[in-house]
């Protein structure tokens, strides 16, 4: 085993130093500049265009959603770590392109010249976006296409380089081209350049316009890049060499040792995040007097070199968040309303040039606080405002609490708990619409929207079955219109509502009810009753109660709880086995296909026979009665062909199902068959009840058999366990069937 051991460490020895030759970790400067010279481009981003080419590096894809179609750029998924990894971002991709947009405008501007502030309340994910550029950052640095570098001052011992050192006069001659390869006992001392300067602004800013203007690029290269100069500490070691070498530049270069670095959160390189303490963001020390620095020539240590330090320097190449920056009092960052438009921070003893992204969370009670302050209208111009709302799709909220809680719960989760949580947490943040900023028909319809049927709107792009045809139609080509209606307001749609910092905790909290056996959507609604007691903490149970159940958290409890009932009846429906899933879905499509040839007056091939027929007029108007058809049933017939070519246009290129496009109808059918066999599937939630509370003693063997095919079904299809379908059939018991079956 020791033998064994002694092998794997020797192969990942060989590994780590293959990884190192091939990465170019160490290089001269000559080697550097044959580097740059192969893509001047890439080696000569400033941070915004590196981060920028961060996010194209990881590439975008189209998602649609019912209120638009927006981009999504995958660096958001962390697409380097594990499936559903902590810190994956949910939606918010328009808030994605917003900060895509403001890097964009920073490349074409020549540096970051704003602070990029993403405001919105607490818990909207603010700091999970920036978390994931971060990240994104750490593993692009990686990449042969991410490569960073940046050069540190070496001095080689008098017995390495004979005479290279003295500092008397200029040497004769030198075996060794560059000391950048030599190792720590061939050298006397290294200088750290601590704010990451630039390899090329070893070049001179007239020399280095004149090379670049020979290079051929794919684009102009910034300004940063084409301008920026040494730091201070740099500067006056390059002044001492070259006086030292009576102006031999290139003796001077021998110094120089060009290094690749990696971006890192936890060692604070290139990507860093400052809370809002009360500290000073950058300072400095005098490295001189250091002891251990000793070995210097006796020219440098006669120089005042002073080292920068804080969160501005380790940021320098990537990203430095502010987070709640709004927290800290204005004294605090003042300095930033100068620092972002000169791109430089003001020290004792120096000026240090900044180059990285800037970016900051603020809660909106802040940012109005803020707007009030009469130093904002000088610090608006220099801030770059993103607002990151709660999510408005329950689909969407459901999928945090399945990546960021259910994995801390140890317990089963029963099905439909978290989107229980889901659907109350994004009720609590829809706004009354209102209708005088819609005109025509539209007005109408919107304004009288429901709380639940918004919610759903959003989630599913479908709308409420109360409405006629023609409405429906209406409203989902207006949805995007909807959502967009609050965008101007101080109190937009999404600023107000439960946060899923505070829905975290209430699962957590189901998840440990001594009531339930599991995190039971049951036990969800009663945390959540017991949230809604807290009037006096929250600011969304504070809202005026208004028409159409909006901030009526009493009526979003009775409605979810009804929504869940009805999910379980349907459920047991399907579980009992007395209908087939298919059977009325294959139903719906044949009825579909003669309607279709009946509108066209034609006839249709029987698959048996392969005679052509005359469409089933029996079968459609059974449908039609299971659809509960009012008024003119030709013209209803009629409609349904003409809603089906209306959805192939908006879906070019998607096969035509009826189950898609006529969801409610298929529904609405289903309902209607199930309500037949309404008694035996209650007499089956009753057995179910008895198996699993009192193993089934009183059933005998069919009962039983039944009840056991009904719990297999609802595992195998819906992921209930035996304490979670015991919960389910016996609430169904009590409150929908109580009227159908004896205990």
Known sequence: MTADIGKEIAKIAEGVEKRFQEGQRVLSFAEYLDVFSKDPVRYSRDASRYVRDAFDHYGTRAVKYPWGTFTR????????????????????????????????????????????????????????????????????????????????????SNDTVKGALGFAGRSGGHAVSSYAHLTDDQIDAKLIVEVRDHPLFLIPVRERKRLFENLEVSEPLNDWI???????????????????????????????????????????????????????????????????????????????????????????GGVLEFSDLLKRPLDAFKYLQLSVETGEVS?????????????????????????????????RGRLEPIRTPYLRSYAHEQSIYDSLVIPHVRRHVAPHATRTAAMFAVLTRMRKPDKERFSGEIAKIVGELSALEKMELYTTG?????????????????????????????????????????????????????????????????EIEQLCERTSEFEWLQQEK???????????????????????????????GLVDEERYAALFERYVQHVSVWVK????????????????????????????????????????????????????????????????????????????????????TRDLVILLREEGRSLDPQRKKNAEDALARLKERYGYADSSAADMASVLLRKRFSDLVTS
């Open 601 to 684: 007056k034609e006839r249709i091939r029987n698959k048996l026979t392969g005679e052509y027929e005359e469409p089933d007029e029996n079968m459609m108007r059974e449908v039609e009665g299971l659809l509960d058809v009012k008024g003119d049933k030709d013209e209803y017939r009629k409609q349904m062909i003409s809603n089906i070519a209306a959805w192939a246009i908006d879906h070019s290129g998607e096969k035509v199902e009826s189950t898609v496009v006529f969801p409610a109808a298929v529904a609405k059918m289903k309902e209607a068959i199930f309500a037949t066999r309404r008694g035996t599937v209650a007499e089956v």
């Open 347 to 379: 020290l004792t003893q120096q000026n240090v040039q900044l180059n990285c992204v800037m970016m900051g969370s603020a809660n909106e009670l802040h940012l109005d606080a803020f707007r009030e302050h009469p130093e904002f209208p000088s610090f």
């Open 226 to 316: 084409m301008r920026g100069e040494l730091s201070h500490k740099s500067q006056q070691i390059f002044e001492a060499l070259l006086a030292n070498y009576k102006g031999s530049y290139a003796d001077v270069l021998r110094h120089v040792q060009v290094e690749r670095y990696f971006i890192s959160q936890r060692y604070r390189v290139g990507a860093v995040t400052i809370g809002p303490q009360m500290s000073v963001d950058a300072g400095e020390r005098q490295i001189t007097a250091d002891r251990s620095l000793g070995a210097l020539p006796a020219s440098l240590q006669a120089l005042s070199l002073y080292e920068a330090k804080g969160e501005l320097i380790d940021a320098a």
């Open 546 to 576: 208004l028409p159409g159940g909006y901030h009526d958290v009493a009526l979003f409890q009775r409605e979810l709880l009804n929504k869940l009932l009805l999910t379980w009846e349907s459920e047991m429906y399907s579980a009992s």
């Open 73 to 156: 750029w995958n660096l958001f998924d962390l697409p380097w770590e594990a499936k559903g990894s902590r810190g994956m971002v949910v939606s918010q991709e328009h808030v994605q392109e917003e900060i895509y947009r403001a890097l964009s405008n920073f490349v074409r501007e020549g540096r970051p010249n704003r602070l990029v502030l993403l405001h919105g309340p607490n818990g909207s994910a603010k700091s999970t976006l920036v978390g994931a550029i971060l990240r994104g950052l750490e593993d692009y640095a990686t990449k042969d296409e991410g490569a960073l570098y940046n050069f540190n001052w070496v001095f080689p």
């Open 462 to 526: 479908i709308p409420p079955e109360r409405l006629d045809h023609d409405a429906k139609k209406h409203l989902i080509a207006h949805i995007e219109e909807v959502w967009n209606e609050s965008d101007s307001y101080p109190v937009y749609e999404g600023r107000i509502g439960a946060s899923p910092r505070e829905m975290r905790v209430l699962l957590l909290d189901a998840a440990q009810s001594p009531a339930y056996e599991c995190l039971s959507p049951l036990a969800v609604l009663d």
